[in-house]
């Protein structure tokens, strides 16, 4: 669009006026008739001087407006300003005369009138030059812009369409017309099964269809950009991202991922059914046996020592249990997840200066084995940094499940730490990657918030993949 009434720069009206059309044949035309009216003015001044007057008063200076006015319209400022400062020239002479005789104020007065519609004119004409030459400058920018977007639609390896406001496929370019063949003229709705109001909204950024080219399901990511403005609306284009490998590479790095999770959980429940098989098994016949023993010792020393001997057996043996406990929970497979961290919690509140509080909340649902295992080991972790770095007194989990959704909330009120700080790679910087690593595997996600001397919260959402639910009671 041109902009109205635009504003000519100093610099080009300068050089417009002292630049005219010295080429044009029309120009000097124009100055030979102000020549010739220049002379005849004078020339009728002179012998009504001399002889009385040919005309009342003489020959008006408003017949310059003819010469000049054309060389305004026609060349603009460079045209009228030449040829008003040759008007002026050449009626100096003119000036000479008397006033009385010569109509010395009418000729001034009329010689203005000319300056100021040479220059008016002139301006105007500028400005509309100047507003046709930017319209013309934009037009040709447009048609570079444009034809340089269409070498890039058209040699872009992602197929991209062009959408009217209504979701009309108006134009597609090569590597779209392979991928669905002619879309022009089908909505987009028809071809993909999306909504175009859903579509300009941002809602969906993800497709995934068979292409016809290919006899296999391709799946792509969506870029949706506004274009220019028009009458009729805005036109979008729409980008498809073929994301197929990177899709397929990260869910195999997911289910390798998943694999060396279980193959994990496999490896600690062997070694907790080997060690509660047979190292936990022959140091409780120990302790059987030393008990049995225990009477046939006659001196005190000696009673004093085998009770201690006993009693480091026991230790051992609690020891070995709390191991296989955290290598592999037996409840979880047998009662589920809630039963599992309740232990969890309980054997803390025995073995360490802590109290803790758990709170269950919605429907209790049953999920995947998958995700059972690594909700727990989240609360795993978390609880074990509380006793290694919070030092803190009181330990709340919360469960909260909702529909297929379980989110596992653990809140301590210890030392807190600053998450924002660069620090080196710690234990528990390493535990707090690993929680968020096993969420994220599962789907999930799991946030740690955190201020030094305010405690650390930390907060877990996993699908559970629903199995059963049962009624909290």
Known sequence: MSTPNPRIPINSILARALHPPVRECAFWGVQAMIVFWAIIHVYVDMHSMLQGSILPYGVPIDLLLIPVGYAALRYGLSGSAATTLWAILLWLPDLVIPGDRGHYRQDLVQLAVVVIVALFVGLEIERAHLERTRAEVAEVERRTAEQHYHRLFDANTSPILLLDPTGIVLEANPTALQLHGDATGQMISDLF????????????????????????????????????????????????????????????????????????????????????????????????????????????????????????????????????????????????????????????????????????????????????????????????????????????VSIHFLDDTALVTIIDDGIGCDLSRNEPISGNHLGIMSMRERAILLDGRCEVRSTLGQGTTVESSIPLHRAAVERLR
């Not at 220019?228 to 284009?237: I, K, L, V, Y």
């Not at 990177?246 to 959980?265: C, F, I, K």
């Not at 023993?293 to 020393?301: C, F, G, Q, R, V």
Request: avoid cysteine; charged fraction near 30%.
């Open 193 to 396: 099964g999306v909504s175009n109001h859903d579509l300009v909204e941002g809602r969906i950024t993800q497709l995934s269809f068979h292409a016809s080219d290919i006899d296999e399901e391709r799946i792509f990511r969506l870029s949706v950009t506004n274009l220019e403005p028009s009458a009729s609306g805005t036109t979008r284009q729409v980008v498809l991202e073929d994301v197929t490998e990177e899709y397929r590479s990260e869910r195999e790095a997911r289910a390798w991922a998943m694999e060396v999770l279980q193959t994990q959980e496999d490896e600690r429940r062997r070694i907790a059914r080997e060690i509660h098989d047979d190292p936990l098994q022959r140091l409780l016949q120990l302790a059987r046996r030393l008990e049995v023993l225990e009477p046939s010792i006659e001196s005190k020393d000696g009673d004093e020592q085998f009770t201690a001997v006993r009693e480091e057996v026991l230790r051992v043996v609690g020891l070995l249990r709390d191991v296989t406990r955290g290598l592999h929970p037996a409840g979880l497979e047998q009662h589920g997840l809630v039963a599992a961290v309740r232990g969890l919690l309980m054997d803390l509140g025995v073995d360490e200066d802590l109290t803790t509080d758990f709170v269950v909340t919605g429907d209790i649902i049953t999920g995947s084995k998958e995700a059972e295992i690594g909700l727990f080991r989240i609360v795993q972790e978390a609880v074990n940094n509380v006793i290694r770095h919070a030092r803190a007194t009181n330990l709340v």
